[in-house]
């Protein structure tokens, strides 16, 4: 039989104390977002903490994380194969973009052509052909966030967290950023699981809504 594909939470639940802060037991399917919402300190970071494998052993957790039917509770984070974007792009600034965009290469890549060639491709996929040789601090703010998203991309996962991604970018930019990212999930079927405070992207995603707190 084969392995189920997506990111399944199989009875889910994160304590701290007595408190229950996340109860989840649902499966996101390959190209499908789940957007889970809520106030400060209801759980959203916790649930991801959880995803990733950082959890603070303050926590109590039960249940079981899988992804295409693996058990990520028995892998280290390095492991996973998740891939996250946060509010910022955390791109190194004595860098440039392509020795950027190099960190997210996985070791198989080898020989320089070869790694050069996938970094120009990755570029050419969001409308950055040539921008490899260029300082970040030259980069518009999408411009930004499209590197960071090839960068995440080229280390191949299998299932994407967005962590507030799109919190700082103004709206017409947002909007623009939050469809390449969702077209890409879809594009490549990564089940998609994105934290916000904003009612808008959980409208730009579709899918189910989970609301902590």
């Keep these: ?104 290469l996985k070791p198989e890549v080898r020989g320089r052509a070869a790694r050069r060639a996938r970094i120009e491709a990755a570029l050419a996929e969001v409308g950055l052909a040539g921008f490899a040789g260029r300082d970040p601090a030259t980069l518009s703010g999408g411009q930004r966030a499209r590197v960071a998203l090839q960068r995440m991309l080229l280390a191949e996962p299998r299932a994407l967290l967005l962590d507030e991604a799109f919190s700082k970018l103004d709206t017409g930019l947002r909007a623009q950023v939050r469809e390449l990212v969702f077209d890409t999930a879809r594009r490549r079927a990564l089940p998609v699981l994105q934290v916000t405070h904003d009612h808008s992207d959980a409208a730009a995603a579709g899918g189910e809504v989970v609301v902590l707190g």
């Design 1 to 104: 039989m084969p392995e189920a594909r997506g990111l399944r939470f199989e009875h889910v639940a994160i304590s701290l104390g007595r408190a229950r802060l996340i109860a989840l037991d649902c499966t996101i399917g390959p190209g499908e977002v789940l957007t889970v919402m809520g106030p400060s300190g209801s759980g959203k970071s916790t649930l991801l903490a959880a995803i990733t494998g950082t959890l603070d052993p303050v926590f109590a957790m039960t249940g079981r994380i899988r992804l295409d039917g693996r058990d990520l509770m028995r892998l280290p984070t390095e492991a996973r194969r998740i891939g996250i974007l946060f509010q910022d792009e955390y791109l190194f600034p004595h860098l440039s973009v392509g020795a950027n965009l190099a960190f997210g």
